[in-house]
């Protein structure tokens, strides 16, 4: 009975609606021939014969328009300034068949019109058509539209698009020069900004100003301290800031710079940690990704989940429920949740897969390998994580086997050509590469790379040295083997793998000799992250690629040795 009055609700009310838009259809069909109309909108000349009622029907202007008293009776022509006529045709035919065509030619008219005769469900159309097309090319001229029609949400949505993308937008965008000066105050001053150095904030406000230099020029004393010149490179401060004309024109700036050039130096001599957070020129904005990481072996395994954060330079613990210690296990990050997939607690080798949730930070399992792999290594590519190989705790593997998410299931896929415990993989333009590792008897020099399309392996060129515990990720379109061991011996050596030539070329050693332990590449930079040379170590280094040379970083609290490391998005919890 129930069910059946309710579709019978529904039934009225679908009835309803149609009544409504055949109505619609013949107020229409009369505009078109002039039937009973009774006004003339005219716009830039043009004239649009319409039904007052229906528009009123849509519009608190034309209603207000209509009514008013100081309408003259009788009149029925209609100047309305401001609209163009494609615009004002588009409202008209939205008045009697509720639909719009919003483009991206016509949506600033129509909000402009639809702003002036105060349309409300049009100016909806136009804000989600906006927030739908928000791009890193659009994204500032979306601002300033949203701002001028105050659409707060779509403003909102621009401007952390902004933020994020500063630095292409900062650089190429057309649009960017078209802010005005409280508009790229706002944006620039954000901590969330993302830029991993300073200096693009530097060379930003400096575009923006050569775009009108004789009426923006003075607004540098307004933009400069926003910069937080000391986290600008010492060098760039020195040599760029510092003598730049407009910098030195204002006294206002050169008080700021030296001001500047005091936090530097106490950054580098002094100050309890975390007291440079409170200086404007000094605090670091907040990164956009953070690394973890995750477990390994301090005195004994471990389950401790550290992250660092590259604008900081700074390690934190994350804070979490307990979990069994986990070590040689491989861990990789796929939509929201880090997976920790087999290792070891010390004592067995295992095949279970933990899940951490970074912004809960909560533990949880998933179907566990279908083989137990301590060892083991990880890639993700397409959606899927890969495990390749390991030891089981009498064997060294061959077997390779995928997990979907979807199901919550792993497949066995087609064994590697290698038996490879200790080795490492990573993902590099679709296919998965496996480099190294402990077959067993001897240390592998080989690399293989499996294609997820074909579902085959392929041996690729060897590596110039064997290495277990080595880390392998891909880095500017090659894929890099860092470090690991050889005939007892931990390896400082790096060498990088280009598809392209099949070959591998040796690249600049570490400072350190180290093997097992965490790789990953965040804002741009290679990072290595404790590991064995010789004994366990807290130390962290990262390799730029541009420059070629490796950086020492801060080290980790503990010393810890065959954890693994992945990147996430920022944690809320980071803004502490
Ligand atoms: C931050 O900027 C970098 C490049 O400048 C970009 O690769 C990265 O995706 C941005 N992060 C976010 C969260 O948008």
Not at 368 to 396: E, K, N
Request: charged content about 20%.
């Amino acid at each position: 009975m129930n069910a059946q009055s309710t579709s019978k609700e529904m039934n009225s009310y679908d009835m309803e609606r149609e009544i409504m838009s055949e109505a619609f259809g013949i107020f229409n069909d009369l505009r078109q021939t002039g039937a009973l109309c009774d006004a003339v909108i005219v716009v830039n000349g043009v004239k649009f014969t319409v039904h007052k009622i229906i528009l009123c029907g849509c519009s608190t202007y034309f209603r207000a328009l209509f009514a008013s008293g100081w309408n003259v009776k009788g009149k029925d022509e209609y100047i309305i300034p401001g609209i163009s006529p494609e615009a004002m045709k588009l409202v008209i035919d939205y008045a009697y068949t509720h639909s719009v065509l919003v483009t991206a030619d016509n949506v600033e008219s129509l909000l402009a019109a639809a702003d002036q005769l105060n349309i409300p469900s049009i100016m909806e159309h136009c804000n989600n058509f906006l927030q739908d097309q928000l791009c890193r090319d659009n994204c500032v001229g979306i601002f300033i539209i949203a701002d001028v029609y105050h659409l707060s949400e779509l403003r909102e949505s621009a401007f952390f698009f902004m933020v994020k993308n500063f630095k292409q937008v900062a650089s190429s965008s057309e649009e960017f020069l078209q802010l005005t000066v409280e508009q790229l105050s706002s944006v620039v001053e954000k901590d969330e900004l993302n830029v991993s150095q300073e200096e693009v904030v530097f060379d930003a406000i400096l575009r923006w100003i050569a775009h009108e230099p004789s009426s923006r020029n003075c607004h540098i004393a307004v933009l400069l301290p926003k910069v937080r010149l000391a986290r600008l490179n010492e060098e760039y401060l020195m040599k760029t800031v510092i003598k730049n004309d407009l910098v030195k024109a204002s006294k206002e700036c050169r008080r700021i710079v030296s001001d500047a050039l005091k936090a530097v130096y106490d950054l580098d001599i002094t100050g309890p940690p975390g007291s440079d957070f409170e200086n404007p020129l000094t605090r670091p904005r907040l990164p956009s990704e953070i690394l973890l990481a995750i477990g390994g072996w301090t005195e004994s395994p471990a389950s401790q989940v550290t992250a660092y954060d590259t604008r900081a330079d700074r390690w934190a613990d994350v804070a979490l429920e307990h979990e069994s210690p986990l070590s040689y296990h491989g861990s990789v990050y796929l939509d929201g949740f880090v997976y920790c997939i087999g290792g070891t607690d010390g004592l067995v080798c295992s095949n279970s897969v933990r899940r951490f949730n970074p912004f809960t930070r909560t533990w949880d399992r998933v179907a566990p390998m279908q083989t137990r792999r301590c060892y083991v290594s990880v890639a993700v590519a397409d959606g899927y994580i890969y495990a390749f190989g390991g030891f089981d705790g009498l064997t060294r593997l061959n077997t390779a086997e995928r997990y979907d998410p979807a199901s919550n299931s792993w497949t066995f896929i087609q064994p590697m050509q290698e038996r490879r415990s200790d080795a490492s993989a990573t993902t590099l333009h679709g296919k998965i590469y496996v480099c190294g590792g402990y077959n067993g008897n001897t240390t592998v020099q080989t690399a293989e790379c499996y294609d997820p399309v074909t579902e085959q392996w392929t041996t690729i060129a060897p590596m110039r040295t064997p290495r277990h515990g080595v880390g392998v990720i891909s880095f500017k379109d090659k894929v890099y083997a860092v470090g690991g061991t050889f005939q007892y011996r931990h390896l400082r050596s790096v060498e990088a793998y280009d598809p392209v030539t099949n070959c591998w070329q040796a690249v600049k050693p570490m400072h350190n000799t180290r093997s097992n332990f965490g790789i990953e590449v965040i804002d741009d930079l290679l990072f290595v992250v404790g590991g064995y040379t010789g004994s366990r170590t807290t130390k962290v280094e990262c390799f730029d690629a541009e420059t070629g040379t490796w950086y020492a970083a801060q080290d980790m609290c503990c010393s810890r040795s065959s954890l693994s490391c992945c990147v996430v998005p920022a944690l809320p919890s980071m803004v502490e």
